[in-house]
């Protein structure tokens, strides 16, 4: 084996350099000499092998820019040694000209076959040879420019998986925490079950739900659907539940604090034109929402409800029937100086109200037809003695099956309570 430097064009890992190393294979000396000597002085470090196998040694300790192979050698053959050579793993690309007397098509797709790029007919010509590495050096150069984008691209999807798995993780933080707002799911009272479902379409959602008991023997109840998704929706949820707090009733605006340092529920729609200013006044945010505030008098079974663009309060009585009801109203944080109303309901024992957001009328079939209020009705009347939680999640079982998924394009919330009447 041989090896001649010739004065290489250095091109390290730039994508636009031209082949520098080039591999010559003949079993001939002579010709091998010829061609070493041309290509040197148009500035290439050439490198000789006088067999194939000898060629892949080279090939293994360095891959050449450009490989020149007779094709008749003794032992392994030219397309022999191209097959092996692109059997061999490879971060780039060697340009592959055979050297050849044939000129039958069969004989030239064998060589193509093999993975050879181009065909050079001895005696070789020094002006076609160069055009035929001139060739090649564009082949190469749109290869290199190729494999440094592909890098670009993998080190930016790199870099974005980190990024997305980052994210991903505190979206799962932001979940816990957002579900730790929902603090009871269920309580039992003297008069009455409360369960209570919050239920994300993404990590983190816009729903919440909550509930507070007063000192007045009330029970006040909240369902809030903020517009959007995602984080800064969710954040808009927990400023909110801070307006509705139950662990710290001195700064739930829902509450009164009395003389003698009990706290009363105030009237609901009072409560939510409250909001409504401290949303548009107090908070820099293009979020609305929609809320329903109700209290439900523990003794008496009776409830006043104020609703703000929240789908309608669902009502079961005791025989199965169910009521459907309300004022509607402007959604909060819409428009400045709004005022809301209230309505009253009178549940008795063995009645139920049921509070749900939007993502339960408005879930889509297949056909992209909602479910709506009469869809509802239908349901919680099948499900009318299915009790407590378990009643949640038929209803969640039900609205899969109506959908034929359970990934909603919306978040479900709920809230339950079941009258059992006073106290005897």
């Not at 082949?19 to 490198?47: C, E, H, T, Y």
């Not at 076609?128 to 150069?141: P, S, V």
Request: proline share 4%; hydrophobic share 40%.
């Amino acid at each position: 084996m041989e090896h001649r430097q010739r004065s290489p064009n250095v091109a390290g890992d730039n994508p636009r350099a031209v082949p520098n190393r080039i591999l010559i294979v003949d079993d001939s000396r002579l010709q091998r000499r010829i061609l070493s000597k041309m290509l040197g002085k148009w500035g290439f470090a050439v490198s000789e092998a006088e067999s194939g196998a000898e060629a892949l040694e080279i090939c293994a300790a360095q891959m050449p820019d450009l490989i020149v192979s007779d094709w008749i050698m003794p032992g392994m053959s030219g397309i022999e040694f191209c097959s092996a050579l692109r059997e061999m793993p490879q971060d780039g690309y060697a340009y592959f000209i055979l050297l050849t007397s044939k000129s039958e098509k069969i004989e030239i797709a064998q060589g193509l076959d093999s993975g050879a790029d181009d065909f050079l007919t001895k005696p070789v010509n020094s002006d076609e040879l160069r055009a035929r590495i001139t060739a090649g050096e564009r082949i190469l150069r749109m290869q290199r420019e190729l494999s440094h984008k592909n890098r670009l691209v993998s080190e930016t999807l790199g870099e974005l998986q980190r990024v997305y798995d980052l994210l991903d993780q505190d979206l799962l933080e932001a979940k816990k925490l957002q579900q730790s707002l929902l603090r009871e799911r269920q309580r039992s009272f003297d008069t009455g079950h409360l369960s209570l479902m919050l239920r994300s379409s993404g990590h983190v959602g816009g729903d919440l739900v909550g509930f507070f008991p007063t000192d007045d023997g009330k029970l006040g109840l909240f369902a809030i659907d903020v517009s959007g998704h995602g984080i800064s929706s969710a954040l808009m949820t927990a400023r909110l539940a801070g307006y509705l707090s139950a662990a710290a009733p001195d700064q739930n605006i829902a509450l009164t604090r009395q003389a003698n340092g009990k706290y009363h529920a105030n009237p609901p729609e009072k409560v939510i034109e409250k909001l409504n200013d401290l949303v548009l006044n107090e908070m820099e945010t293009e979020h609305y929402f929609t809320l329903l505030l109700a209290f439900v008098d523990m003794a008496t079974g009776r409830v006043q409800i104020s609703q703000a663009g929240h789908p309608h309060p669902l009502v079961q009585r005791a025989d199965g029937a169910v009521e459907q009801s309300g004022s509607g109203g402007f959604p909060v944080g819409l428009i400045e100086g709004v005022t809301f109303s209230q309505f009253e309901v009178t549940l008795a024992p063995g009645d139920r109200l049921l509070l749900l957001s939007d993502g339960v009328t408005e879930c889509p079939d297949a056909s992209g037809e909602m479910l709506g209020e009469e869809g509802l009705t239908g349901v919680i009347s099948r499900l009318a003695k299915v009790r407590q939680a378990a009643l949640l999640e038929a209803l969640m079982w039900e609205l899969a099956d109506f959908a034929g998924t359970e990934e909603f394009p919306d978040d479900v919330s709920a809230i339950l309570f079941e009258y059992s009447g006073p106290p005897s």
